[in-house]
């Protein structure tokens, strides 16, 4: 995974000369590497003069100042493609636009809540297709690291029909590998033409969420996390197209080829901008590692206090004092000295004021150091001030611990804090996921953690081996500290959470075989209990009914595009595993699979699914009783009496599995635990 690499592009934004900043936005190449004719050429722009535009193809497109499209006569579109921020709407100074009145170039206000954040919004006519083209360019001024959600807000003249990627799934939450867009298709009567948003890349590794409100409105949304000085841009196109009348995927893929993100970047010549398009590169940077600890201070830590300034200063001696006093977004907190492991000052170069405690917890706050001072080995008296004060690192002592020896869970916010949990009721909250909401608790979760560098939501893991890809929402979590008490944290903020609970792979998960486990696309695994009892198939023409209880394994072969009831539908080519050693080929007559998760009733479309192992079947109760007999001899005291009961378990074969596991996981007997090992390992 590669990180962006912007350092060239970041020099247009932050020149003083708003000529250069104009040439950088619309000449796109960086202002150095221009002739000068070229640069003045290129940053001629005029006050932009407002109103509908008219495309070659007749349609009509009314761009406001902020650069969002209203209504104009019965288009679909009430009010589209405004933008917001970290829950905050998008204002504007006066826009520019080009010399032919295309291209329309919006310039940010500040905004209170994100400084340092500059944004503008570039708006073209792509006269030929009857499409707008928009690039949204952020860039981080601010000292340090800034998550931005973006949200892209569409409302409707009316309740809209429905909606339909170019890969023909029907409202989906969230766009997948290969799907680039939507169409949204206006009711009967409402108007005669359809919108399509192109929104990514078909390889891109940000995947933009879409929400719907109550089919009046759409909401699509990006995740974008900027380092210190660092840029990022989206690009997405809007276009009105004739009402699809068919839906499979061949006239999709035709319908949505003429809008494709990369084909318009290249037709703007935007390939210096290729590093910038978080949602047109193929591979987007990984989540840093760890880059809050005390090793990101850059001061080699020993037995003694060391006082940093700068790159090369290292004071050596003693610091004194009784407490830090800490005041942050959540709250103002006395810490005693004695479990502070360093201290940054508002002079941190680099860093924000922050201080790091022995466990590994950290709290970035506005900080007040009352009566300390920095004694120096050799001779000498520092006071410390929280003003000037660059790094003070703290030398080891026993009170260094690890968070796990008296936590349960650490949870880090994109703001550099570190919080200890210790209580596992202390957290809990609603995640949304593609099919469904799923309540979360602590002590269910094993991670949670966002989704690459720039990708929208998050991918958490429970304990019973759940590992699928969330949406926080927007209503704030709230969680039970060590060091602050009850806070409440916004979903922007939060970045990870980590549990005492080892992390697994989605293939090393060893599920109990009490309950079905679904596979979906990108590592996703849902465990649940399947509803449906039956499942139709049709194998060469015939249609057999199998029940579930009778199905061990169902796995996916292949997709083929179909229609259902004239609505775009996805029939997969499963394969079906019966218990009894028989095997079943076909298309499985159904939409969707009904599954209960965490308490919820969710509907998955098979589409999504790739594979799914079924619960282990349970004995009668005659063979119960005699599985746990055979069990307690396990442990006789006579050699053969064991040998027996150990090869009659065996023979029960998959019947025997979840009594055996359950009997494993409480045994305290080595002797018996190792023969129910071995006879699990025969029976898998």
């Not at 942050?328 to 922050?354: K, N, Q």
């Not at 799923?438 to 720039?454: K, V």
């Not at 486990?517 to 465990?527: C, K, L």
Request: hydrophobic letters at 40%.
């Amino acid at each position: 995974m590669r990180r962006l690499s912007i350092k060239r592009k970041t020099v247009c934004l932050t020149r003083k000369s708003i000529g250069a900043a104009l040439a950088c936005l619309l000449g796109v190449h960086a202002v150095g590497a221009q002739e000068p004719e070229k640069v003045e050429e290129k940053s001629h722009l005029l006050p932009a003069a407002m109103g509908v535009r008219i495309d070659k193809s007749g349609n009509s497109w009314d761009i406001a100042a902020d650069g969002s499209i209203g209504r104009v006569g019965s288009t679909m579109v009430n009010h589209g493609l405004a933008l917001e921020l970290n829950g905050q709407e998008f204002d504007s100074f006066q826009p520019l636009m080009t010399r032919d009145g295309r291209e329309v170039v919006v310039f940010g206000k500040p905004m209170p809540h994100l400084p340092g954040v500059e944004v503008q919004r570039r708006v073209k006519l792509v006269d030929d297709l009857g499409a707008l083209r928009y690039v949204e360019f952020f860039y981080n001024g601010s000292s340090r690291e800034i998550v931005l959600d973006v949200f892209l807000k569409t409302n409707f003249s009316g309740n809209y029909q429905t909606f339909v990627s170019n890969r023909g799934r029907t409202e989906p939450l969230i766009l997948e590998a290969g799907e680039t867009g939507i169409v949204v298709s206006p009711s009967p009567g409402q108007a005669n033409r359809a919108f399509l948003f192109n929104l990514v890349g078909s390889g891109a590794g940000l995947r933009p969420g879409i929400s719907s409100q109550n089919r009046f409105g759409l909401t699509f949304q990006y995740r974008v996390s900027l380092e210190s000085g660092e840029s990022a841009s989206l690009i997405h196109a809007v276009a009105q197209v004739a009402i699809p009348q068919n839906f499979d995927r061949q006239s999709l893929l035709a319908l949505f080829d003429p809008y494709s993100l990369g084909g318009l970047a290249e037709k703007d010549d935007l390939d210096d901008w290729n590093e910038l398009l978080v949602n047109l590169a193929g591979e987007i940077g990984a989540v840093k590692g760890d880059h809050l600890g005390l090793e990101a201070l850059g001061v080699e830590r020993d037995t003694r206090d060391v006082l940093a300034m700068g790159e090369t200063t290292r004071l050596i001696g003693t610091a004194k004092g009784s407490e830090v006093v800490a005041s942050g977004p959540y709250g103002e907190v006395s810490i005693p000295l004695r479990s502070v492991a360093a201290i940054v000052g508002d002079s941190g170069a680099g860093f924000e004021p922050s201080v790091y405690l022995r466990d590994g917890q950290i709290f970035s706050a506005n900080l007040s150091l009352p009566g300390m001072s920095f004694s120096q080995t050799g001779g000498g008296k520092l006071e410390i001030n929280a003003s000037t004060l660059d790094r003070l690192v703290l030398g080891n002592a026993e009170a260094d611990i690890d968070w796990r020896e008296s936590g349960v869970a650490m949870i880090e916010t994109y703001s550099g804090d570190r919080l200890r949990i210790n209580d596992p009721e202390a957290l809990k909250f609603i995640a949304i996921t593609a099919w469904g909401e799923l309540p979360i608790a602590l002590n269910q979760l094993t991670w949670l953690e966002p989704i690459g560098r720039s990708g929208a939501g998050y991918m958490l893991e429970l304990m019973d081996g759940t590992r699928c890809r969330v949406f926080l929402g927007r209503n704030k979590v709230s969680v039970d500290t060590d060091l602050l008490g009850n806070i409440s944290i916004s979903p922007v903020d939060l970045r990870r959470v980590t549990t005492l609970a080892e992390r697994g792979q989605p293939k090393q998960i060893v599920q109990s075989g009490m309950r079905a486990a679904i596979r979906a696309a990108g590592g996703q695994v849902i465990v649940g209990n399947i509803g449906n009892t039956t499942l139709p198939l049709v194998s060469s023409g015939v249609l057999i009914d199998t029940p579930t209880s009778q199905i061990r394994q169902i796995t996916r072969v292949e997709g083929t595009a179909l229609s259902s009831g004239g609505m775009p539908e996805k029939s997969p080519h499963f394969e079906i595993e019966r218990w009894d050693g028989g095997v079943l080929s076909g298309l499985i007559r159904l939409d969707e699979l009904s599954m209960r998760v965490g308490g919820r009733n969710w509907k998955i479309p098979l589409e999504d699914i790739q594979e799914i192992d079924m619960p282990w079947p349970l004995p009668d109760h005659k063979s119960l009783e005699a599985i746990k007999k055979l069990i307690t001899l396990l442990g006789s005291s006579e050699w053969d009496v064991r040998e027996k009961a150990t090869r009659e378990l065996g023979a029960f074969g998959y019947l025997a599995r979840p009594v055996l596991q359950r009997e494993l996981a409480t045994s305290g007997d080595p002797e018996v635990s190792r023969r129910l090992e071995r006879i699990l390992t025969n029976v898998n």
